[in-house]
């Protein structure tokens, strides 16, 4: 299995725009909508680890990352993006399974894992399918885990997370401004798109209607004009009888 260094070799000599992201995020709909926009420039993207979220944009196998807050913003722009639903997870057979939500407040009695200590959320989720406890997570990573035995309840009264967009201070560019307008649910239209900034080619010109062309020529007069054209009734003087 190849270590973080040659991952970020690989990635990093893949032309393209290249983002990570952390269990629970489903950039699928953002993926579709680049390639609807920008077709002839490749993206990249790879799941990475919590611990890792920052790392890969630190040693540049990464563009941008979406992120789990909060972070370390040292040397990093970083855009909220949207809060996350908190579960509490329990083994099969708990007595939270009968309700559709639980409350923190009613759960004071349980004994609560450290996802962390349990060396991450898909190694928590065993410990607690062995019945030694419960865990609060996003309801995305639960769902993404979707592990055996353990059943997930909505939690109320327990601090939420929030999935942010995080790249290097920097890095700014008209392709990084297209990712983030794109997952930021700007249309292709947007004036603040680059791709809707570029120059579109200029519409030859209508011709001219207005008698610019060649004059037709005048066509003589078979008759002499009449002198009494265009006066009006009695201008023409009666003779004396």
């Excluded at 329990?90 to 962390?116: Q, T, W």
């Excluded at 639960?142 to 967009?165: C, E, F, S, W, Y």
């Excluded at 519409?203 to 005048?218: I, M, Q, T």
Aim: no cysteine.
């Amino acid at each position: 299995m190849p270590d973080a260094e040659d991952s970020a070799e690989t990635s990093e000599s893949q032309p393209g725009l290249r983002f990570a992201y952390v269990a629970g995020v489903t950039p699928g709909k953002w993926i579709r909508r680049w390639e609807e926009r920008m077709p002839g420039f490749p993206l990249h993207s790879f799941m990475s680890d919590d611990d890792a979220q920052l790392s890969v944009l630190r040693d540049g196998s990464a563009d941008l990352s979406f992120v789990r807050l909060p972070v370390d913003r040292e040397g990093l722009n970083v855009i909220p993006l949207y809060e996350e639903q908190p579960v509490v997870v329990a083994p099969k057979g708990h007595e939270i399974s009968v309700f559709e939500e639980v409350a923190l407040d009613d759960l004071a009695e349980e004994n609560f894992l450290d996802i962390a200590e349990m060396g991450g959320p898909d190694m928590a989720l065993q410990v607690v399918a062995s019945g030694a406890g419960l865990v609060i997570m996003p309801m995305s990573v639960a769902r993404h885990l979707n592990a055996k035995d353990t059943v997930m309840r909505r939690l109320t009264g327990a601090p939420g997370t929030q999935i942010g967009l995080a790249w290097p201070v920097g890095t700014d560019s008209p392709v990084i401004e297209e990712f983030i307008g794109i997952v930021r649910g700007r249309t292709a239209q947007s004036s603040r798109q680059p791709s809707a900034q570029q120059e579109k080619p200029k519409k030859a010109p209508k011709p001219d209607r207005r008698g610019g062309g060649p004059k037709k020529p005048a066509v003589a007069q078979r008759y002499a004009p009449n002198p009494d054209k265009g006066r009006g009734k009695g201008s023409r003087k009666k003779g004396k009888r």
